[in-house]
């Protein structure tokens, strides 16, 4: 069963603060993504990576920074947290350009204060 | 771009009754049509997809109809169920690559008994 784990779980931070949010796959999967739930918005994708040490900007990237140490990990990074940022972060994954499935991961509840 | 437009918002209905949700897309060249359940506390997962060949679909209690010309998706559950619970998001691109999916706002369904 595919396999997508997010950390943590829930986080609640100052504005101006430091964020970073994990995910870890254990499919094997080339692609993966982070997405921004927002109520009456649907999920927006925020930043992609398609092979280690690269990633791509998706539609939303401003105020997020994303690094893919390995094929196994991929991070999210808010360097200077704002208001308008708290939101349920997923992450995702996917075999290939091809994939018609993502699998994703539980999900993090950003709080900025 | 491509605009999803996901209604209705919210839908009760008793064990045993359909269930409608419909998506409403802008693009011609939209391609691939999927929708994914989101249950509480959870990340989302792939209930099924279509590509534009196809107009119907069915799988375990589950329609997908594809209307083309009015550019329209829609998600029939049929005799619903409790565990049926769920948020149901549609998600459209024009290829099958993750990083062009584009999200419907979700439509939270409640199932009674």
């Known amino acids: 069963e595919a396999a997508v784990t997010q950390s943590p779980r829930s986080k609640v931070a100052v504005t101006g603060g430091k964020v970073t949010l994990s995910c870890h796959q254990t499919?094997?999967?080339?692609?993966m993504y982070w997405y921004r739930q927002d109520t009456g918005h649907g999920l927006r994708l925020i930043h992609y990576s398609y092979v280690a040490d690269s990633t791509e900007k998706g539609d939303i990237p401003d105020g997020y920074k994303a690094s893919r140490p390995s094929q196994e990990n991929f991070s999210l990074i808010l360097e200077l947290a704002s208001l308008s940022q708290t939101a349920v972060y997923f992450c995702a994954s996917s075999e290939g350009t091809s994939a018609e499935t993502l699998y994703f991961g539980s999900g993090t509840r950003l709080t900025v204060l | 771009g491509e605009q999803v437009e996901q209604r209705p918002p919210h839908l009760s209905v008793r064990e045993g009754d359909s269930a409608i949700i419909i998506c409403t897309y802008t693009d011609s060249a939209t391609a691939y049509f999927s929708w994914y359940k989101q249950e509480a506390g959870a990340g989302l997962q792939l209930l099924m997809s279509v590509l534009s060949n196809v107009d119907r679909k069915e799988e375990q209690g589950l329609t997908v109809l594809l209307n083309k010309k009015d550019k329209r998706l829609s998600l029939n559950l049929t005799a619903a169920h409790p565990g049926d619970s769920a948020v149901y998001f549609c998600a459209v691109s024009e290829d099958q690559g993750g990083r062009a999916l584009i999200f419907g706002t979700g439509t939270t369904v409640s199932v009674s008994p």
């Open positions: 499919n094997n999967h080339d692609y």
